[in-house]
């Protein structure tokens, strides 16, 4: 058994999943390890032929520095193919990044993890294994479900020797690049046994090419799944934290970012994610939060569920309070239109999973609001995607999701957004939106134009020269 006498030698990893997490993480690995082949498949064909585009502009994720990194790896030693047969049968370790989204039927919907994704991972890696394999848990998944992968694993191949060990991703969309080069901690589950230990001595070795030793963390698997579900949820509840204390300075006449400010100091506390927002968004805070509400329940522990379970309540009332202020302002006209600035969730990423905007614009669209949209990132056909799904799980039909989506126009510059629109919505942080030159915009826009700046990231002072009222998150 190769794992016992450590003979196995990591040359070949295969990931599953191209995606937010596999894209970069393994293009990063292969930077790293020039002598490792590393191949990312997937079964998405187009996506994998995005990855493999001649134009690196064409890549399907977008984040500063990674057509850089896959520049110089592409077809040297980092590979990215449909043929996952092959690409699991000659890799030594495997690591697992497919998507872990938020049941939407059956038991636990709303709330548990849909591990039909990873489940099928295990049962390709069963069938296409003809020699000992090392699993790296990437995605995020609840806690236990090592055991289950094992599980599918032994039952459906006998002949080879499987070790699953934990290894959580921490990236964040939008610096995923620098977080994989100076990552905070690599946290690594295996089990305290022979073979477990092996196991994550060879992720230790790949890892130690760049990581210090002090910061890569050897845990029992199920802390180490835990951890990262418990990672977000704090980093989640500090944003709803300070969200709700937005609330509370509006009514008091306090300042967000100087109440923010102040608390941050305190060195038990920091000043990171403490920035107030129209709500936190991507894919992954809100579907480990609902997992971990989940988890709770599952062992009777409804308080602790109720606990986590307000840190999204409190995000989805951000969201929605931003909106009804603009509606309240219009509840009288017939003709408005709001501009939305930013779609993705985040600056930097073409990424807009569960982002605020879209909550937004379903929200505007239902009060006859006429709604548009720019974004320097997400794609046209992704903007349309995202709203008519939204608006498809609030159950319009096709007739309804046509009228609403008539309403809807996407623009290729802020100046063409803003045309003769009655208010702008930032909702994302890009930079772009700092440097614009909101006089001529003035000039531009209806009458008694409003900015909403649900980032605080315009000067407010200077806007309030020019001629336009102002609402600004968590400021009077
Ligand atoms: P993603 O949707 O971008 O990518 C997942 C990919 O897996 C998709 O391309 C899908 O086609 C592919 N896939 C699914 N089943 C497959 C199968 N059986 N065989 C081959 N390919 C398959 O998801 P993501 O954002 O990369 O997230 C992946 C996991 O990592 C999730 O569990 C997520 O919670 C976690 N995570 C994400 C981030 C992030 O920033 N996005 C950060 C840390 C952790
Ligand atoms: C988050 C975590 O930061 C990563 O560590 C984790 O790996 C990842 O989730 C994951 O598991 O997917 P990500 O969602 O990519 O990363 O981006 P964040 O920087 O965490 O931002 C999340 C949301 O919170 C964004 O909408 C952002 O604008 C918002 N946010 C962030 C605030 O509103 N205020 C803040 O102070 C910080």
């Known amino acids: 058994m190769a794992f016992k006498k ?12 191209a995606g937010y997490v596999g894209g970069p993480t393994m293009a990063v690995i292969a930077l790293k390890c020039p002598e490792i082949k590393v191949t990312v498949v997937d079964i998405d064909k187009e996506k994998i032929n995005s990855w493999n585009s001649e134009d690196l502009n064409e890549l399907p994720v977008f984040e500063p520095g990674l057509s850089e990194v896959v520049e110089k790896t592409r077809n040297k030693n980092l590979f990215f193919s449909t043929n996952i047969k092959d690409s699991i049968n000659e890799a030594e370790m495997i690591f697992m990044a497919v998507n872990t989204p938020t049941k939407t039927k059956g038991k636990g919907r709303g709330y548990a993890a849909n591990l039909t994704f990873v489940e099928n991972c295990a049962k390709e890696i069963a069938e296409f294994s003809k020699s000992d394999k090392i699993i790296v848990e990437k995605s995020t998944l609840p806690v236990r479900t090592a055991e289950k992968i094992n599980n599918i694993l032994k039952k459906n191949n006998k002949k080879v020797n499987f070790e699953v060990i934990s290894n959580p991703e921490f990236l964040a969309e939008g610096t995923a690049i620098t977080d994989l080069f100076k990552s905070d901690r690599v946290l690594i589950g295996a089990d305290n046994t022979e073979t477990g230990k092996v196991a994550a001595d060879k992720l230790i070795e790949i890892y130690k090419r760049w990581i210090p030793n002090d910061k890569i963390i050897k845990t029992n698997v199920w802390s180490s799944e835990l951890s990262k579900l418990v990672s977000n949820a704090m980093l989640a509840q500090r944003i709803s934290s300070i969200n709700s204390i937005s609330a509370l300075c509006e009514k008091t006449e306090a300042n967000i970012d100087e109440v923010s400010k102040a608390v941050g100091l305190d060195s038990r506390i920091g000043p990171n994610f403490l920035k107030s ?22 062992y009777k522990l409804e308080e602790v569920a109720k606990f986590w379970e307000s840190v999204v309540k409190i ?41 605020a905007s879209i909550s937004l614009a379903n929200q505007l669209l239902e009060k006859k ?108």
Not at 279 to 298: P, T
């Open 277 to 298: 927002s129209v709500g936190f968004g991507g894919s992954c805070f809100k579907k480990d939060i609902l997992n971990l509400v989940y988890l709770a329940r599952q």
């Open 6 to 17: 450590n003979r196995m030698k990591i040359k070949k990893i295969c990931c599953i999943g």
């Open 369 to 476: 609001f006429n709604i548009r949209v720019y974004d320097p990132m997400v794609s046209n056909s992704r903007i349309i995607q995202d709203i008519t799904n939204k608006l498809k799980s609030s159950k319009k039909t096709t007739k309804q999701i046509k009228r609403f989506i008539s309403r809807l126009t996407i623009c290729d510059n802020i100046d063409s957004a803003l045309n003769n629109s009655n208010l702008a919505a930032v909702c994302t942080e890009w930079d772009e939106f700092k440097s614009v030159d909101w006089n001529k915009i003035f000039i531009n826009m209806k009458n008694n134009p409003w900015v909403f700046d649900g980032r605080n990231i315009i000067d407010r002072d200077k806007l309030k020269n020019i001629g336009f009222k102002t609402f600004f998150i968590g400021q009077p």
């Open 315 to 355: 995000n989805d009332y951000q969201t929605y309070r931003f909106g009804q202020k603009i509606i309240y302002l219009y509840k009288d006209h017939k003709n408005k239109t709001v501009t939305i600035l930013g779609w993705s969730f985040k600056k930097d990423t073409n990424d807009s999973r569960e982002s």
